[in-house]
């Protein structure tokens, strides 16, 4: 992992702000979180409604229904721990694929409120076989990663029309790895590499699109991000999770959904966002620029001590790094 693939400005920093995003920072606000089931999704849709957004929640795991992946997370008890933050949770069952699907989405979304404010694209879904040559991948597995990419694009393509009709707005692509990390750094896997600089990239196209609207889009990847898929498979939870460090030392660096929900929260908070317009941002940078801080009061910087740290071979040591 490394730092922002542009270096911060000083002269267009705001100095850090301490306080929580929380309250009615964006009271009358409206998001849409493609992909809020689980995961950075669920983190980010809790803490825009932390904040007093209006969050709609959306996916295709709802009520008894297992996901591809075979995880038993709801659209609905994200929604619900919407509502629980101080927001209020709308939990919509959308196939992202399904162009008709999003197009009624959209729709329901203006009528129902008027406007779309916010929009993440955090849909993935795809099982990836790691350590495997293009060859050597089953090519329908591979293939299916592309869902990374097309629903990011339908999404768009619907929800962007209502989302420039009110100056201001905020898109943004959620990915792995930041532009810079992620040009020099195979990711172990042909498609997964090529899924995620494609999201990437689509920020950037975006960001020039959207700009004479006074809209503006991002890329934003988390660290090591300690979804309930990962925590699982270190045999932890969430209030244990440092127990996992005694067979994998490098995890101490990592980081829980809602760090990065902050991070979205904060931008969509920003006056200023504009200038982040195209860019490739990390929750650890943009904590040290808003100033909040992760659940346990930390600022871990993965992708800084993923390339100076555990990148290099040497012992984990997250000293300077959270």
């Known amino acids: 992992m490394g730092p922002s ?4 400005k000083p002269d267009s920093t705001p100095a850090p702000d301490s306080s929580p995003v929380t309250g009615s920072d964006l009271a009358g606000r409206v998001a849409l979180v493609a992909g809020g089931t689980r995961g950075a999704g669920r983190g980010i849709a809790v803490q825009l409604g932390a904040a007093g957004a209006t969050v709609y929640v959306t996916g295709r795991t709802s009520g008894s229904e297992r996901s591809e992946m075979d995880r038993p997370e709801t659209i609905e008890e994200t929604a619900a721990l919407v509502d629980a933050a101080g927001g209020r949770g709308i939990a919509v069952r959308v196939d992202h694929l399904v162009p008709d699907e999003v197009s009624a989405l959209v729709a329901r979304i203006s009528g129902e409120q008027g406007a779309l404010h916010i929009l993440v694209n955090d849909i993935w879904g795809a099982g990836i076989e ?6 050597e991948s089953s090519l329908g597995t591979g ?3 592309r869902l990374a990419v097309d629903t990011h694009a339908i999404t768009s393509h619907f929800a962007l029309p209502l989302l420039i009709e009110t100056p201001g707005g905020l898109v943004v692509e959620m ?3 930041t532009d810079e990390y992620n040009a020099h750094n195979y990711r172990v896997s042909f498609f997964y590499d090529l899924a995620k600089a494609a999201v990437n990239r689509m920020a950037f196209a975006l960001g020039h699109e959207l700009a004479p609207y006074g809209s503006t889009a991002v890329a934003l990847t988390p660290g090591w991000l300690r979804s309930e898929a990962m925590l699982q498979a270190h045999e932890v939870t969430e209030a244990t999770w440092r127990e996992a460090i005694a067979h994998t030392p490098h995890f101490a660096i990592s980081e829980s959904p809602a760090y990065v929900g902050r991070a979205v929260a904060a931008l969509a908070r920003d006056p200023e966002v504009a200038r982040w317009n195209g860019r490739s941002l990390s929750s650890g940078q943009l904590a040290r620029v808003y100033g909040f801080t992760d659940t346990d009061g930390s600022r871990p910087d993965a992708w800084r001590y993923l390339t100076e740290v555990q990148d290099r071979g040497l012992p984990a040591d997250v ?4």
């Open 130 to 135: 790691w350590n495997r040559t293009v060859w």
């Open 319 to 322: 000293t300077g790094y959270r």
């Open 175 to 177: 990915t792995d790895g």
């Open 143 to 145: 293939l299916r990663t």
């Open 5 to 8: 693939s542009t270096p911060e």
